[in-house]
Each structure stands twice: as structure tokens, then as C-alpha cells.
């Protein structure tokens, strides 16, 4: 079978696409970096609570960016019913005991008027949890990985 010129030049050109595509990095590629948005009724106080937590402020606009670990979030002045008490975040960590010392120095509940943080507990899915709430009622999950769980890293 002969093939006419312009099928040849569409298989050529189809060969070199594809050729380049392998050379593009891979997609997603390790690299990205997710950041749900946080709401925030005061957002003052909400960016005091996470700094005092140590979490790591990289931009201070009409939104703030904050780093920790490897992850990060967007904190927003979005004041909308329903949302801030539905909202939870989490945090997984090497040690939580380490944490927990932490948490517990900083006197959350007095000096941001926030309930009170739980001490770590094991709870029934398997995960040792200490749970923090933020001025907003945001509740974090700060949760200890576990060896040899794929899906706690």
C-alpha cells in the first residue's frame, strides 16, 4: 500500500510530537504544592494564633500564606455561616508528643480565647489525634504518622 505524501508528513509530525512529549516533565511531577483556603472571621487573630502555633507566614496581602512542613494554606477573610464551623484541616507529624508540648505551652484558650486543645488519644480509625481549634472554629487534626502507612506520609 502506498502512502500518499501527506499521510507520510502526518505520521512524521505525529512521531516528533511524541518524541517531545516524553522529554516534557512529568505531569503532575512531584512538585506541586497544595493550599486549601482557610476562612476567617478575625483575621488578625487568626494570623497571631498561626504564628504563635510556628507555622511560617510567606505572605502577609489581603490574604496570608502560610508553610508548614511541607504543605501549606491560604488564609482568607471569608466570614460566611456554615462554613467556618464545618471546616477541618490536617496536620500529620513525626512525633506528637513533641507537638502536643508545644500546643499546650502556648495557652491557646487564654490567650486566643479558643477552645481549649484535647491532649493526644488514639481514636477508633487508628490515628493518635490532637485536636485544636482556631479562633474561627476551625478545627485541626494534628495527627501522628504511623510506620509503615503509605498513606500518613
Given at each position: 500500500?502506498?502512502?500518499r505524501?501527506?499521510?507520510?508528513n502526518?505520521v512524521q509530525e505525529?512521531?516528533?510530537?511524541?518524541?517531545e512529549?516524553k522529554?516534557?516533565?512529568?505531569?503532575?511531577?512531584g512538585?506541586?504544592?497544595?493550599?486549601?483556603?482557610?476562612?476567617?472571621?478575625?483575621?488578625e487573630?487568626?494570623k497571631?494564633?498561626?504564628?504563635?502555633?510556628?507555622?511560617?507566614?510567606?505572605l502577609?496581602?489581603?490574604v496570608?500564606?502560610f508553610?508548614v512542613?511541607?504543605?501549606?494554606f491560604?488564609?482568607?477573610?471569608?466570614?460566611?455561616?456554615?462554613?467556618?464551623?464545618?471546616?477541618?484541616?490536617?496536620?500529620?507529624?513525626?512525633d506528637?508528643?513533641?507537638?502536643?508540648?508545644?500546643?499546650?505551652?502556648?495557652?491557646?484558650a487564654?490567650?486566643?480565647e479558643?477552645r481549649?486543645?484535647t491532649a493526644?488519644?488514639?481514636?477508633?480509625?487508628?490515628?493518635?489525634?490532637?485536636?485544636?481549634?482556631?479562633?474561627?472554629?476551625?478545627?485541626?487534626?494534628f495527627?501522628?504518622?504511623?510506620e509503615?502507612?503509605?498513606?500518613?506520609?
Open positions: 500500500m502506498k502512502m505524501a501527506y499521510d507520510l502526518a505525529l512521531t516528533t510530537l511524541r518524541k512529549h522529554q516534557m516533565p512529568a505531569i503532575p511531577n512538585t506541586e504544592r497544595m493550599r486549601a483556603f482557610i476562612p476567617t472571621k478575625d483575621f487573630l487568626s497571631r494564633f498561626y504564628e504563635a502555633l510556628g507555622f511560617e507566614k510567606v502577609n496581602t489581603e496570608a500564606i508553610h512542613g511541607l504543605g501549606g491560604v488564609l482568607a477573610p471569608v466570614n460566611e455561616a456554615g462554613l467556618l464551623e464545618n471546616f477541618m484541616m490536617q496536620l500529620m507529624v513525626d506528637l508528643d513533641a507537638w502536643w508540648a508545644h500546643i499546650e505551652s502556648l495557652d491557646l487564654k490567650n486566643f479558643v481549649p486543645p493526644p488519644a488514639m481514636q477508633p480509625w487508628g490515628l493518635r489525634i490532637v485536636y485544636v481549634v482556631d479562633p474561627s472554629n476551625v478545627l485541626w487534626h495527627a501522628e504518622r504511623r509503615g502507612k503509605a498513606h500518613d506520609q
